[in-house]
């Protein structure tokens, strides 16, 4: 019976599920490893920044021109990324780029290489929180609202994109299924897109201010 129970005891150690390993990619002390990335190349190396870190947190630079951070450490895929962010204004106007399959000179690498998952609550259900910008409807739009905390989850398993955001489900795309034609110039190019690939975050410009605590890789 002691042999017994010793055996089951071992085998519900192996079912039982490991935790997963979180990385902060940005946790409120530095910016390491995060890089400009002008909207165009050529533009001058003193652009004035649309980012700054102010007491703790990453925040946007109100009527800065537009300007992106892209993490150069490496591609990212099979991973979920947990993005914790508030805003001064619903029309605020952000994003975070995934997939993007080489380090991108500009935004124009990320935007039509890549994917955006917007951030902006007073859009349509293709331009809204939580969405990949112009490609997927909303299947809710549960954001919080101005001054209050949004946890943004976006789960990257293979070619499939599930966006969570505060707990519910706003996206679940396999990669692969057709999506509404490109309509303009803003809008990105359409195509397939890598498993993996660099990450960055983009302040659009305009008044609002954004304001991110926390970006975690989870693996």
Same mark, same amino acid.
């Given at each position: 019976? +002691? +042999?017994?129970? $010793? !055996?089951?005891?071992?085998?519900?150690?192996?079912?039982?599920?490991? !935790?997963?390993?979180?990385?902060?990619?940005?946790?409120?002390?530095?910016?390491?490893? !995060?890089? $400009?990335?002008?909207?165009?190349?050529?533009?001058?190396?003193?652009?004035?920044?649309? /980012?700054?870190?102010?007491?703790?947190?990453?925040?946007?630079?109100?009527?800065?021109?537009?300007?992106?951070?892209?993490?150069?450490?490496?591609?990212? &895929?099979?991973?979920?990324? @947990?993005? %914790?962010?508030?805003?001064?204004?619903?029309?605020?106007?952000?994003?975070? /780029?995934? $997939?993007?399959?080489?380090?991108? =000179?500009? *935004?124009?690498?990320?935007?039509? =290489?890549?994917?955006?998952?917007?951030?902006?609550?007073?859009?349509?259900?293709?331009?809204?929180?939580? %969405?990949?910008?112009?490609?997927?409807?909303?299947?809710? $739009?549960?954001?919080?609202?101005?001054? *209050?905390?949004?946890?943004?989850?976006?789960?990257?398993? &293979?070619?499939?994109? %599930?966006?969570?955001?505060?707990?519910? %489900?706003?996206?679940?795309?396999?990669?692969?299924?057709?999506?509404?034609?490109?309509?303009?110039?803003?809008?990105?190019? @359409?195509?397939? @897109?890598?498993?993996?690939?660099?990450?960055?975050?983009?302040?659009?410009?305009?008044?609002?201010?954004? !304001? /991110?605590?926390?970006?975690?890789?989870?693996?």
């Amino acid at each position: 019976m +002691v +042999v017994m129970k $010793r !055996w089951l005891a071992i085998l519900a150690l192996a079912a039982a599920p490991s !935790w997963a390993a979180e990385k902060k990619l940005f946790d409120g002390t530095d910016i390491a490893g !995060w890089v $400009r990335m002008p909207r165009h190349e050529g533009l001058p190396a003193d652009q004035k920044p649309g /980012f700054v870190l102010r007491n703790g947190l990453l925040e946007t630079v109100p009527d800065a021109p537009e300007d992106d951070l892209w993490y150069t450490a490496g591609k990212i &895929g099979n991973a979920t990324l @947990r993005v %914790v962010y508030k805003f001064s204004a619903p029309d605020a106007n952000s994003g975070v /780029f995934i $997939r993007i399959p080489y380090e991108p =000179k500009s *935004e124009d690498d990320a935007i039509n =290489k890549g994917i955006e998952v917007q951030i902006q609550d007073s859009a349509d259900d293709y331009h809204c929180t939580g %969405v990949l910008y112009s490609m997927t409807e909303a299947k809710a $739009r549960p954001y919080k609202p101005a001054g *209050e905390w949004n946890t943004l989850e976006i789960e990257l398993r &293979g070619p499939r994109t %599930v966006v969570k955001l505060n707990g519910v %489900v706003v996206t679940d795309y396999d990669g692969v299924a057709p999506v509404p034609p490109k309509k303009g110039q803003y809008e990105p190019d @359409r195509g397939p @897109r890598p498993d993996e690939g660099y990450i960055a975050i983009q302040h659009h410009g305009g008044a609002p201010t954004l !304001w /991110f605590k926390e970006i975690t890789l989870i693996q």
